[in-house]
């Protein structure tokens, strides 16, 4: 192999690492089965208060891609600099939240290609909600949200069910082929997150939907290995903690499923 067009190798001999952005690629270890793997791009504000970007490789996992594939390029939030797409909010920005303008503190993103020969062998879909389809002006134009998008949702049941109003619930609970529809991107899409200190109530292009957060029980599903590795995608924190309170509860897709039924 020409060397000018190596893979980069790890120091440590684990992984391979593809410079073709957003690229799925597998992680190589002898004692091992094989793993998917895919690049993070990252900005977190530092303890000086500036804005750093990093990139890493990690588990191309639900639990490490959720915090990375909730809004679609193009997804409009307000700020104290005004309207702004989502690929134009940094660390240190304010945005207006349920409680108030809110300080970025994490953006994080990654790109899904419709398919990959190394990755999952089903294509990616997205969601595309449908402009005023949750009211007036909810969403404000078309909102395409990704795997990780989790929307508030209110309903009489809520009371009953979680003691509160309304839940955070995953945006693919809502496709119905009407207001929401599954969507194949064409081409590469490049999905984003933003986190905030402690969960927080967001509008993205008018509709309520759900920063990123872990949730109170993630630390619980990984192993020490696994929590290091996930906590490396967010430098501005040292332990999961430090992701702050989580105020507003959450239902799974069989619970909306049950309630839009009743």
């Not at 679609?72 to 600099?81: E, I, V």
Request: proline fraction near 6%; charge should be negative; glycine fraction near 8%.
């Amino acid at each position: 192999m020409n060397q000018q067009n190596a893979p980069a190798i790890d120091a440590d001999q684990t992984q391979l690492r593809h410079r073709s952005e957003g690229q799925v690629l597998p992680l190589q270890r002898a004692d091992r089965p094989r793993a998917i793997s895919r690049r993070y791009e990252i900005s977190y504000l530092t303890e000086e208060g500036y804005a750093a970007d990093v990139s890493r490789v990690a588990p191309a996992t639900p639990q490490f891609e959720e915090a990375f594939s909730a809004f679609a390029h193009g997804t409009l939030f307000q700020t104290d600099r005004g309207m702004l797409a989502i690929e134009d909010i940094y660390p240190g920005l304010k945005v207006e939240t349920e409680a108030g303008l809110q300080t970025v503190l994490w953006v994080g993103s990654m790109s899904v290609l419709p398919w990959s020969e190394d990755g999952p062998k089903d294509p990616c879909k997205l969601m595309r909600i449908t402009a005023g389809s949750w009211g007036f002006d909810r969403p404000s134009q078309d909102l395409l949200l990704g795997s990780g998008a989790r929307l508030l949702y209110r309903h009489a049941g809520c009371q009953e069910l979680l003691g509160t109003d309304a839940g955070f619930a995953p945006a693919r609970a809502f496709i119905d082929d009407e207001s929401m529809l599954s969507v194949r991107p064409a081409s590469s899409v490049r999905l984003f997150h933003l986190g905030f200190y402690g969960q927080q109530i967001l509008r993205a292009n008018g509709l309520e939907v759900e920063s990123y957060h872990p949730g109170q029980q993630a630390e619980m599903l990984m192993n020490t290995e696994t929590k290091a590795r996930f906590l490396s995608l967010f430098p501005h924190i040292r332990s999961m903690e430090d992701f702050g309170p989580q105020p507003e509860p959450r239902l799974t897709r069989f619970e909306v499923e049950n309630l839009r039924l009743s």
